[in-house]
């Protein structure tokens, strides 16, 4: 998707003569503000997000094709935004880190508050637009905004409670993660995601993409969906049917190793070849790698081995003697998967196969293989293997079921926020513990400090310290707009709840009513809105201290005697590309 005056084509293609800053930038952010205002809020609405992909051109398929994604995130939307204007990659950081490359795991990072980031930013410009028109300095705004920051923080400081003082930890915690899923309440699942990511975090502490994993079925409903004690391995079997597909109590050993990850017989070293002179020769040669794999199955028996897990290969001749012995192998686990059941089972990866001990082996209370989907239409059927039930995990699964496309994406990454969110309110990884409340109630608080603290902000800053305050209700003022409610009345009437002492009111939907969102379980976390007010004052300057664009495309093209310094050696050059 692209708007016209966010790309600067076809209608809304301008002079570059026309174009003053820092307002040109402003006007583009303002575009873009446009298409994620709706999806604010819990009563937001989908946006269909089409994504061009190329594709190789057959007989039944067009060179391009288009994919379609509908959904309310704001980082999805602004990830598929097709930006042409110099500002947009700028923007689009506040989605979070860029990464080298890109990632298989769907909802890595967790890109929660996108919406409300990009709107705050949005309306920091549009009152540092008007304060520019009355002729203050962008270094005066900029310096309010930056002051303003610094006393809105102080503020939040001070709304700031821990989830003991909220009410019960554990349903607080619950609550968190609800309010983190708004908006995307797929199939009225929340609340039953809500208590998955709770106990997720409570096992494993902060969520990443080893030690929350979160794995995608058709099969079934929404309701099936569940939290996994351990690992899932994702379209991975067993190497034989004759293996048994469930064992309780297993031991499992992890074969790690680019070129010993495996059961496999040991390669030729480079070089040499065998010869066999004979057939008694070859015979004890056969001999020779039998004994090997007996003394190596009798070891794995010894040793209580129940689950062989190879990031490798595992050689047929190993299958029979593996099933007798009551032994389970995998192969062909990636090595992002190979972590995620060491840190589940308590496993220590071994790096060559005939040194493994019992003390490097993982525990799992269950190991079983099913299958998720039938073979159908020449496709094989899908199969898991899953590891439940570990004595100390240090990474869960959560198995979604009934959703599939663009459902399971939006559920993912539901889920992960749901997670990220709890892991912030507790103070895990680098996040500052607590929350605050939500529904609009901690900006309004936010607002009023601002406004009452600008009277003692000396010079023309105090103007920019009340816009900043401004800024903040037209955040609210769209959060209660997607609700279909009148946004200058709701306003006035929070401002008068707060006036009165009612710090913790906010506006709640669906009732449409002023209420006190801590007992309403509406919470946000401490850090998410900490995040919010930094990004967004940072952003906000850095366009406002813009004050041009360079076009900064290089070209092969050797540069002209006119567009040099030295024309003697550019004419040198042109005469020596055309003799070639």
Known sequence: MADPALSGTADGEMDPADIEFPHANIVAVEALATVLETAFGPRSHDKLVAEKHEAHETPDRMPEEVEFVVTSDGATILEGVDIEHPMGPIIQRVVGPERPGDTDVEGQDIHDGVCGTVLLTTALLTEAKELLDRGLHPRTVTAGYDTARRLALSELGDARRPLEAVGYPRETAEDVAVTAMTGNDIGQRTRGWARVAVDAVETVGAPTEESFVVRQFAEGTIDDSRLVRGAVLDRNDLVSDEMPSRIEDADVLLLDGQDDGGLRKHDVPEGYQIVHEDGESKRRFADARQARRDDLVERLTAAGVDVVVARQGIESDYYRMLADAGIAGVQAVSKLDLRQIARATGAEPTLVTDQFESATLGRAG??????????????????????????????????????????????????????????????????????????????????????????????????????????????????????????????????????AGEEATGFLHPAGELGDATAAGVLDTYAGHRRRYVVATQVANLLLGIDDTVDATFSNDPAGPDEVINPEAAEKQMDALDDQ
């Open 366 to 499: 269950v190991v079983e293989t099913r299958t998720v989907e039938p073979a159908a239409r020449g496709r094989p059927a899908r199969e898991i293997v899953v590891f439940d039930d570990c004595p100390a995990p240090e990474s869960v699964a959560v198995e979604l079921h009934g959703v599939w496309n663009n459902v399971a994406d939006q559920a993912t990454r539901a889920v992960r926020k749901a997670a990220a969110a709890v892991s912030d309110a507790k103070g895990l990884g680098d996040a500052p513990a607590g929350v605050v409340p939500g529904a609009g109630a901690t900006e309004t608080r936010l607002a009023r400090a601002l406004r009452t603290a600008a009277t003692s902000v000396g010079g023309r800053e105090q103007f920019a310290v009340d816009a900043y305050a401004d800024a903040i209700d037209r955040v609210t003022g769209v959060l209660v707009r997607n609700g279909g409610h009148d946004r200058i009345r709701v306003l006035s009437d929070l401002r008068a709840a707060h006036d």
